[in-house]
Nanobody, 121 residues
Framework: QVQLVESGGGLVQPGGSLRLSCAAS????????MGWYRQAPGKQRELVAA???????NYADSVKGRFTISRDNAKNTVYLQMNSLKPEDTAVYYC???????????????WGQGTQVTVSS
């Protein structure tokens, strides 16, 4: 079994910063890509940022220059540093990981439980 546990969400004023963390644990052989998605009320879940095991990252246009994704492969952890936050960044943020489990050769996609980020004055 594999679990993704997120932390770091909360309430922040416009222009502020937050750092999200997501740690994967369980029967993990390795992890391919890791990423963050978000879903605002009444909207579809969208990709915010993703990073490969080699460190190559891609971002949604709406967060480029403000958000930075990084990962610690030794800790199976991915981070999202969010700066210059805007009210439109308000959403539930979900961690995602493509995991190579120890019990099979085929990778499996896992999701975290989500963490609320609210940007408001």
């Amino acid at each position: 079994q594999v679990q993704l546990v997120e932390s770091g969400g909360g309430l922040v004023q416009p222009g502020g910063s937050l750092r999200l963390s997501c740690a994967a644990s369980g029967s993990i052989s390795s992890i391919n890509s890791m990423g963050w998605y978000r879903q605002a009320p009444g909207k579809q879940r969208e990709l915010v940022a993703a990073i490969t095991s080699g460190g190559s990252a891609n971002y949604a246009d709406s967060v480029k220059g403000r958000f930075t994704i990084s990962r610690d492969n030794a800790k199976n952890t991915v981070y999202l540093q969010m700066n210059s936050l805007k009210p439109e960044d308000t959403a539930v943020y979900y961690c995602n990981a493509e995991v190579n489990p120890k019990w099979q050769s085929r990778s499996v996609n896992y999701w975290g439980q989500g963490t609320q980020v609210t940007v408001s004055s």
